[in-house]
């Protein structure tokens, strides 16, 4: 679960989260299409769902069109 916050003075959005691979897998997101007030937050919930085995990566993004970006790094291996 990554919990995303608006540290700014004003409202940012509407947001969008996205991740580059389809092997992480969001699972709750209420982020996407929100419009967060100052000190508000919202969730991106991503489980790890492997198709095949070895090491993935991912970027989970949250951004707005204003261009504020809230990243996180996603890794994981799958196994037998």
Known sequence: ???????A?????PLTALTGNAEFQM?????TGATLAPKQTCVVSVV????SLGNKSTLLA????????ANAFLQGT???
């Open 1 to 7: 679960m990554f919990i995303v916050a608006n540290t």
């Open 9 to 13: 003075t004003s409202p940012t959005g």
């Open 27 to 31: 699972i709750g997101n209420t982020c």
């Open 48 to 51: 790890f769902a492997p198709a």
């Open 62 to 69: 949250v951004f707005s069109p204003a261009g504020h970006v």
């Open 78 to 80: 799958g196994q037998p």
